[in-house]
Structures are given as structure tokens and as C-alpha cells.
């Protein structure tokens, strides 16, 4: 399986001529949708999910479904049965890859704040994307989708959510609003670096590609 990175929050997982986008937001390259067979969205926030561009892509490719929560699809109304609900303890196959859905709330950005629903998907056994929350999925996780920096998260957080996971590796997603010096720290307080994170961390630019 391929896993290349396209900005922030968004990644692709290919094989062979199978294409899942996961989380497509509005700081995405509409490029990310090229040749796709199916979206996974794991909640509403825009910088996961960008309604028109979803719908214009879904009108540009006929096949294109998604997967995603109730309040998602909500916003994509009039797409017909290409939109389908997921949640919680469900397992489906998408693109003839196995995805099951862990965790059913956004992180608490504030108490004053309402939270969102927000599922993670674990894609064919290995790839798991949280969206906004650490969840731990209670099956092994081989590469985990790690959210880096958001409102809702500290370094603490970041580095006791790697532990619980204990993936075989981990690659940085939500990242969108660090700067280098930013990453820079992040990076150094994860992988070998940090102070005792087992879990080798790894950084792909927008549009690198690594084989898992």
C-alpha cells in the first residue's frame, strides 16, 4: 500500500488501481481527488471536509462514494446512495479495502465548545486516521495517521496517545498550521528524540509518497 500526504489533514492510500482519500479539507489540493474511488470523511470541521469541493468532485467522477458520519452526510444531501453513514464498530469494505470505524466524538476543544461527532477509520488492518480525537482503536494499529498540533491537543497529549496506540510507526497529519520551526519541535519531542515515545515518527511533505 502507497500513503501519500496531501496537506494537512488529508492523505491517499492506493494499491494497485484502488484509491481512498481520507479527510480532503479546505486546505487540500482538489488534485488529491484524482483518479479516487472513494472519500473517507471522519467529521464536519473545514479543514477535513469542504462540502462544494466534495460535491464537485463527486460530480466530476460518477463513481466516486463516501464514507463517512451522520452529520457529514447530511451536508452532502442529493447525492443519492453514494453517500453512506458509518459508525462506531462498523466494518466495511471500500474500494476492496477493509475499513473499520473506531471512536464517535471530536476532542474537547473547550467546554463551552459543543463537540462533534468524529470517527477514525483503520484502513485493510493497518493505516488508521483518528481525524480530531485520540482515539485507541482495540485492534493493532501497523501506521498510524498521528495529529501533531491542533486547538484541542498538547504535546503531553500527543506523545501519551502514541504510547497507548504503540503502532509500528507513525507519520504526521494536521500539521497545516505549523511552521517550520513548529514542526521542528514537534519532531523533536516524538519518535527517537522524545523523551521515551517507542513509536519511530516520521514527516511527509505535501505530495511525498512512502510504500508501507
Not at 446512495?81 to 471500500?94: F, I, K, L, S, W
Amino acid at each position: 500500500m502507497e500513503l501519500t500526504k496531501h496537506g494537512h489533514a488529508c492523505v491517499v492510500l492506493s494499491e494497485g488501481d484502488r484509491r481512498i482519500v481520507i479527510d480532503p479539507g479546505a486546505f487540500t489540493d482538489p488534485a488529491a481527488f484524482d483518479g479516487a474511488d472513494a472519500v473517507l470523511v471522519t467529521h464536519e470541521h473545514f479543514d477535513h471536509f469542504e462540502p462544494e469541493r466534495l460535491r464537485a468532485a463527486m460530480d466530476a467522477a460518477p463513481g466516486l462514494e463516501v464514507w463517512t458520519n451522520g452529520s457529514v452526510a447530511a451536508a452532502l444531501e442529493g447525492v443519492g446512495g453514494r453517500v453512506h453513514v458509518v459508525g462506531q464498530g462498523d466494518a466495511v469494505t471500500v474500494a476492496g479495502f477493509e475499513v473499520h470505524v473506531h471512536g464517535e466524538l471530536h476532542a474537547v476543544i473547550h467546554p463551552e465548545i459543543p463537540r462533534v461527532a468524529n470517527i477514525g477509520f483503520l484502513v485493510a488492518g493497518q493505516v488508521f486516521h483518528p481525524g480530531d480525537a485520540l482515539t485507541v482503536p482495540e485492534e493493532p494499529v501497523t501506521t498510524l495517521l498521528l495529529p501533531v498540533h491542533a486547538p484541542w491537543s498538547k504535546i503531553s497529549e500527543v506523545i501519551d496517545y502514541v504510547r497507548a496506540v504503540d503502532a509500528d510507526q507513525a507519520y504526521a497529519v494536521h500539521d497545516g498550521l505549523l511552521n517550520d520551526t513548529g514542526l521542528h519541535v514537534v519532531s523533536s519531542m516524538l519518535g527517537e528524540g522524545g523523551p521515551g515515545t517507542p513509536t519511530p515518527y516520521s514527516r511527509l511533505a505535501p505530495g511525498d509518497s512512502v510504500e508501507l
